[in-house]
Structure formats: C-alpha cells, structure tokens
C-alpha cells in the first residue's frame, strides 16, 4: 500500500476515534428523559445514530478501502461549490501543466469516455483549474483555456507571464495562441523607458482576409474573385497565389489568393477536401485558367504542393525573376521580406523569423480553424507580393526597355546608368553631351543617391576631357571637402544607359499600407561593422567596380567564401550606407 493510503487511512481513523470518544462521553452524562426505560436502554437508543461506530466494519482493525472513499466522496462533494468558487479565485504568474493518469484507467461523463485528467497550478501549488481529457492532445484544451483566460481578465489578474511544461517544444505556439505570447522578454521589456524603444514600419492589410472551410462557402469565395477579375483590364487581371502548409505534409493545407485591390481570400484546403471530398472545381478552374496570370514569390513550391490535389497551377509569374532582371536583387529567388524592404525602405513584414520555434510561420496549419495569428500572417502573405508586383510594373527592365539609340541622345534626358551585363543600377543621371566616338556619354549624377557606389567611374571636365580616371564613386564621395557639391560629370557608355521613365499620372509609386510597431532597441557597440566595412571595401576593390552581389550563381561573387549570416549583414551595412 502506498504511503498516501496509509497516511489517509491512518487519518480517518483518528478522526473517526476522537468523534466516537466525544460522542459516548456525550450521552454517558445525560440522564434517562424517556419513561418506562433504564439509563442503559436510553444510552443504546441514542448511539443507534451512530451505528457505524458500532458496526463490524469500523471495529476492524483498519477501514477497508471501500469504506474509506465512500466517507471521502462524501467529503469532498459536500464542498463542492466552495471549493469551484475557490479556485475560481486562483490565479497565477508563473503556471505549470501536465496530464495526470493515476485517477481510473477510463471513466464516462455524458457518454465520453475520459483518460486523463490535466491540472494547472500556480507557483504557489495551487490548484487553477483542472478538466478532464481524452488524451494527451491540447487541441481539446484550447477553449478551456480561452475561458480561463477571459477569468483572469474579468477579476484582472495579472499574468500569466510563463507555462512550465514537460512538452515544451510541442506545445509553445498552443500556449502563445491561447495566452498571447508569454516569454521571458514580457517580464524583462516591463521596465523598459521610452528611449529604449522604437517604432517600425510593418506590413499592415487594409481588409481583413475570409477563410473558407467548406465547399459552399470556397465557391462563393471564387465566385466573387471571379467577377473582379472579369471587370479588370487585361494587364491587371492577375491574382496572388501563396500557400502553408505543415511541416512534412506532401498537400498543401491552406491556399491564399489576394487580389490586387488588397482583398485576401484563405482556402483550407486540409478541412474543405477532408475525408476524401472532392477539391472545388469551381477553385480548381481559377488556378488553371491560362487566361489569368499567377503572382507569388517563390511559387515553384507552391505549385509542387498544389499537384498533390491534382491541380496544375499554370500561368506562373515569379516575383524574384521580375526582382533580378530589373536589378532589385542578386538572385532569382529573395524572400519576401527583402523585396518589400527594397522597394519600401524600413518596412518589415511580421512572423518572419526563421529561428523562431514559435513562428506563425511553422505552426499546425491541418488544424481547423484557424488561429487570429495564422489568419493575420495568411492576410498579409496574400496583400504584400500583390503590392510588391505593381511596384516593380512600374520599374523598367533595362533588358526591354529604355534602349537609346545615337540619333535620339539629347542634352537634358534623363537615364539610368547600369554597370556591365544590365545587373545592377548605379545611379539616375541627366545626359550632357556625346563624346566624339559618339559610343560614350557625358552624364551628370549626385554622387549622394548612387546606388552602386562600388562602381569605377571616369570624371570628365566641362569641355569633355578626361579629369580622373579609374575611381569608385565612394572613393570620390568620402574624398569630398566639406560644402563642396557632390554633383560630378562621368562617362558612360551609351549602350548602357537606359532612358528614364517619368513617375507621373498612373506611374505614381504604388504604397504599401503600414502601421506602426513598438520594438526594443537592440544594442550594438558597433565594432562588428566597422571590421564588415574594412572586408567590404576591400571586395569593392577587388572587384574593379564590379558589384560583388551581381552574381546570381556565385561564380564571381567574393564573399561566397564567408557564411551566408555574414554576407547578409554585409549586404545591409551597403544598403544602410
């Protein structure tokens, strides 16, 4: 017998024996009131109330063990309402949870079998809240907890700010689903004072995304996708295609379709076509349509997930080709969150951490419905590469576009000068004469807005003659005495240069809509990028001008040798300069 038996045994016993002892010590000392019968008549009639101090199965040596949960049963459901109002009272900053199994191997309530029950205490022991469960699962927990949480913010409880549990790594984003993200960085940004934080810019959707989780709903869904298209020119009839699914699953579990006005439509996939159901046909005839083009970033990997529900998505239009041959990026396939931070400076996207185990972006996406988070993270994957797609339309492709031929240059045209291979952009100039082999060009640039500051360049004189030969422009720049005017002639070779569109009327830059965000400064002595700086000018110098980030294969790209977290700072200590 385990020690908790015995030491309950041992006190029922004794609270049976100090109730017995006052109760005959009691009657002994009243006297007979009842005619016709002895004092010993009378003191046998009176303790027939307490017949199971008397009875065979209490004078035994010890109670038996059904004997025992009877009179705790008893016990304990004699207090109920006291005890749920009591716990209802508890609350807690630091709680810990697991499923317990020593209750009864399976027992039924309203017809549902239970095997576990789960127990949440405080840091002081106590007992928040218990339910009964079916498994190990927490899915079933999830609105339990809602409603725990809904208790702590009626009696404004503080907290809680940590769940201690033995499957941590399972069950972080149930716990920041229900609780709201609960880490040691809520307890330590409390003191934090105004100055050490700042405000971002992060992607914010102007319309909130629906989700479709059956077949009915999924068909009027396309059906109002469909009339938008259908009333759309030709050039815009295009729709945003992007997916999620969970980690190891061939299919994907939900499908994101925006629309170019900003409207965002979810299809979970993994509910609507469960149980062997047929994927909507009505969805299936959108994605296939030839007539309608398909933007995402990254999409290959949408379209392989996609043939897992026999759907062939076709025509595809990959933003990270559109980015590299408009010279936005140095491979065919940046992230999201890159391309929005180069067409709009300072504007990040949310739920893009990649060593986050608790990432939106890494969550249970099979489970229906879905999370406010995962909804908020699907809204703004389906709004953002619609707007970055515009963006770059009205970015000309030197490859295409703006070609200038000997008998069109004129003094005051406005070009783009690219460096050799139209890869990468060095600066927007205004054209000031033909040199005489008339296959070179005087050009005026701010030397201030060069984008390609690595490129050589040769600075002409006002009459055309040579002054300086073979410089960097940020050789030039940083050699600048203080007030002199960072506007210097160069020559530049005219296939090379691109005219220049002018922004005006519909050309006005797309917007992106953002909202402001509260973050922790992150402190930085700054040492780190002094010594990338010394390494990166000394790849500009190496390369003869050549941007070391205009290789897409790698080939001729200096810090392929370096590891990929270093180039990438590497590159943002050039965009930040």
């Given at each position: 017998?385990?020690?908790?038996?015995?030491?309950?045994?041992?006190?029922?016993?004794?609270?049976?024996?100090?109730?017995?002892?006052?109760?005959?010590?009691?009657?002994?000392?009243?006297?007979?009131?009842?005619?016709?019968?002895?004092?010993?008549?009378?003191?046998?009639?009176?303790?027939?109330?307490?017949?199971?101090?008397?009875?065979?199965?209490?004078?035994?040596?010890?109670?038996?063990?059904?004997?025992?949960?009877?009179?705790?049963?008893?016990?304990?459901?004699?207090?109920?309402?006291?005890?749920?109002?009591?716990?209802?009272?508890?609350?807690?900053?630091?709680?810990?949870?697991?499923?317990?199994?020593?209750?009864?191997?399976?027992?039924?309530?309203?017809?549902?079998?239970?095997?576990?029950?789960?127990?949440?205490?405080?840091?002081?022991?106590?007992?928040?809240?218990?339910?009964?469960?079916?498994?190990?699962?927490?899915?079933?927990?999830?609105?339990?907890?809602?409603?725990?949480?809904?208790?702590?913010?009626?009696?404004?409880?503080?907290?809680?700010?940590?769940?201690?549990?033995?499957?941590?790594?399972?069950?972080?984003?149930?716990?920041?689903?229900?609780?709201?993200?609960?880490?040691?960085?809520?307890?330590?940004?409390?003191?934090?004072?105004?100055?050490?934080?700042?405000?971002?810019?992060?992607?914010?959707?102007?319309?909130?995304?629906?989700?479709?989780?059956?077949?009915?709903?999924?068909?009027?869904?396309?059906?109002?996708?469909?009339?938008?298209?259908?009333?759309?020119?030709?050039?815009?009839?295009?729709?945003?295609?992007?997916?999620?699914?969970?980690?190891?699953?061939?299919?994907?579990?939900?499908?994101?379709?925006?629309?170019?006005?900003?409207?965002?439509?979810?299809?979970?996939?993994?509910?609507?076509?469960?149980?062997?159901?047929?994927?909507?046909?009505?969805?299936?005839?959108?994605?296939?349509?030839?007539?309608?083009?398909?933007?995402?970033?990254?999409?290959?990997?949408?379209?392989?997930?996609?043939?897992?529900?026999?759907?062939?998505?076709?025509?595809?239009?990959?933003?990270?080709?559109?980015?590299?041959?408009?010279?936005?990026?140095?491979?065919?396939?940046?992230?999201?969150?890159?391309?929005?931070?180069?067409?709009?400076?300072?504007?990040?996207?949310?739920?893009?951490?990649?060593?986050?185990?608790?990432?939106?972006?890494?969550?249970?996406?099979?489970?229906?419905?879905?999370?406010?988070?995962?909804?908020?993270?699907?809204?703004?994957?389906?709004?953002?590469?619609?707007?970055?797609?515009?963006?770059?339309m009205q970015i000309m492709d030197p490859r295409t576009e703006g070609k200038i031929r000997q008998c069109d240059?004129?003094?005051?045209?406005?070009?783009?000068?690219?460096?050799?291979?139209?890869?990468?952009?060095?600066a927007v100039g205004v054209i000031r004469g033909m040199q005489d082999n008339k296959k070179k060009v005087t050009?005026?640039?701010?030397?201030?807005?060069?984008?390609?500051?690595?490129?050589?360049?040769?600075?002409?004189n006002d009459d055309g003659s040579i002054e300086e030969e073979g410089r960097s422009i940020h050789s030039l720049?940083?050699?600048?005495?203080?007030?002199?005017?960072?506007?210097?002639?160069?020559?530049?070779?005219?296939?090379?240069?691109?005219?220049?569109?002018?922004?005006?009327?519909?050309?006005?830059?797309?917007?992106?809509?953002?909202?402001?965000?509260?973050?922790?400064?992150?402190?930085?002595?700054?040492?780190?990028?002094?010594?990338?700086?010394?390494?990166?000018?000394?790849?500009?110098?190496?390369?003869?001008?050549?941007?070391?980030?205009?290789?897409?294969?790698?080939?001729?790209?200096?810090?392929?040798?370096?590891?990929?977290?270093?180039?990438?700072?590497?590159?943002?200590?050039?965009?930040?300069?």
């Amino acid at each position: 017998m385990s020690g908790f038996s015995n030491v309950m045994e041992q006190a029922a016993k004794h609270r049976h024996l100090i109730i017995a002892g006052q109760y005959r010590s009691w009657t002994e000392t009243l006297t007979p009131t009842i005619t016709g019968h002895s004092a010993a008549e009378v003191l046998g009639m009176r303790r027939q109330a307490f017949y199971e101090f008397e009875s065979s199965e209490y004078t035994e040596t010890k109670p038996s063990n059904s004997y025992l949960i009877s009179r705790l049963i008893l016990l304990m459901e004699s207090s109920n309402k006291y005890k749920e109002r009591r716990m209802q009272m508890m609350d807690g900053v630091h709680l810990s949870g697991d499923h317990s199994f020593k209750v009864v191997k399976c027992c039924a309530t309203r017809g549902k079998p239970f095997t576990a029950v789960y127990c949440l205490l405080n840091e002081f022991s106590q007992v928040v809240a218990w339910w009964l469960t079916t498994g190990t699962g927490m899915d079933e927990l999830e609105e339990p907890f809602r409603q725990l949480r809904k208790r702590f913010d009626i009696h404004g409880f503080d907290g809680p700010l940590s769940v201690t549990t033995d499957r941590c790594c399972h069950e972080r984003y149930f716990w920041n689903g229900v609780f709201g993200p609960m880490n040691a960085d809520a307890a330590e940004n409390a003191h934090l004072l105004p100055g050490d934080t700042d405000e971002i810019e992060v992607v914010h959707p102007p319309h909130n995304a629906r989700c479709a989780y059956d077949t009915e709903v999924a068909g009027a869904l396309v059906g109002e996708i469909s009339r938008y298209i259908a009333n759309e020119p030709s050039e815009r009839q295009v729709i945003v295609v992007d997916g999620e699914w969970t980690i190891g699953n061939s299919k994907m579990d939900l499908l994101i379709i925006g629309l170019l006005n900003g409207q965002v439509f979810l299809f979970h996939l993994a509910q609507i076509c469960r149980r062997g159901a047929q994927f909507p046909r009505a969805l299936k005839s959108l994605l296939e349509d030839p007539k309608l083009s398909k933007v995402g970033n990254r999409i290959c990997h949408d379209v392989r997930k996609l043939q897992g529900w026999n759907v062939n998505l076709a025509p595809v239009v990959e933003l990270g080709h559109l980015a590299n041959d408009r010279c936005l990026s140095p491979n065919k396939a940046p992230s999201l969150p890159y391309l929005v931070n180069k067409l709009y400076p300072g504007v990040t996207m949310e739920g893009k951490e990649i060593s986050s185990g608790s990432s939106v972006r890494t969550s249970n996406w099979n489970r229906s419905p879905l999370t406010p988070e995962q909804t908020h993270y699907a809204n703004g994957d389906g709004y953002a590469p619609g707007v970055v797609y515009l963006r770059m339309m009205q970015i000309m492709d030197p490859r295409t576009e703006g070609k200038i031929r000997q008998c069109d240059v004129a003094v005051g045209m406005k070009v783009v000068l690219y460096l050799h291979g139209l890869k990468n952009r060095v600066a927007v100039g205004v054209i000031r004469g033909m040199q005489d082999n008339k296959k070179k060009v005087t050009v005026e640039i701010d030397m201030a807005h060069a984008e390609c500051k690595s490129a050589i360049v040769h600075t002409v004189n006002d009459d055309g003659s040579i002054e300086e030969e073979g410089r960097s422009i940020h050789s030039l720049y940083s050699n600048l005495r203080e007030g002199e005017s960072s506007i210097v002639n160069v020559s530049w070779e005219l296939f090379y240069c691109r005219r220049r569109r002018d922004q005006v009327g519909e050309d006005t830059p797309i917007e992106m809509n953002t909202c402001t965000k509260q973050v922790v400064i992150d402190s930085n002595d700054g040492g780190e990028d002094e010594l990338h700086a010394r390494r990166y000018d000394g790849d500009d110098e190496a390369n003869n001008g050549c941007d070391s980030s205009s290789s897409s294969d790698g080939g001729n790209d200096n810090r392929t040798k370096l590891s990929r977290n270093l180039r990438r700072r590497l590159h943002q200590f050039r965009k930040e300069r």
